[in-house]
């Protein structure tokens, strides 16, 4: 069974940064498009950011716009959430998502202190 693996979340102060991994368990995010989610506690998921398959066009949600950046690298079947000037607010249980096949990774939880 494919699975999608999120790595690379952590306890970490206002303004620093992370970088969040999401790796696919076999060749399969190549050819397709890929979602950044993120749920704070209390709220609704939502989506941060989206890639294309080639990795050409991108989207943000407009709370992270300039601060997140994400990427892929098809080769190693892994995309990537570079975050940076990281706030508060940003803390939530970050997912990879693969619309394509309706795929969710475990999450992994990013924690941002003031």
């Known amino acids: 069974q494919v699975q999608l693996v999120e790595s690379g979340g952590g306890l970490v102060q206002a303004g620093d940064s992370l970088r969040l991994s999401c790796a696919a368990s076999e060749r399969t995010l190549s050819g397709y498009v890929m979602d950044w989610f993120r749920q704070a506690p209390g709220k609704e998921r939502e989506l941060v950011a989206q890639i294309s398959s080639a990795g050409i066009n991108v989207n943000y949600a407009s709370s992270v716009k300039g601060r997140f950046t994400i990427s892929r690298d098809n080769l190693k079947n892994t995309v990537y959430l570079q975050m940076n000037s990281l706030k508060p607010e940003d803390t939530a249980v970050y997912y990879c998502?693969?619309?394509?096949?309706?795929?969710w990774g475990q999450g992994t939880l990013v924690t941002v202190s003031s």
């Open positions: 998502f693969l619309p394509g096949r309706k795929l």
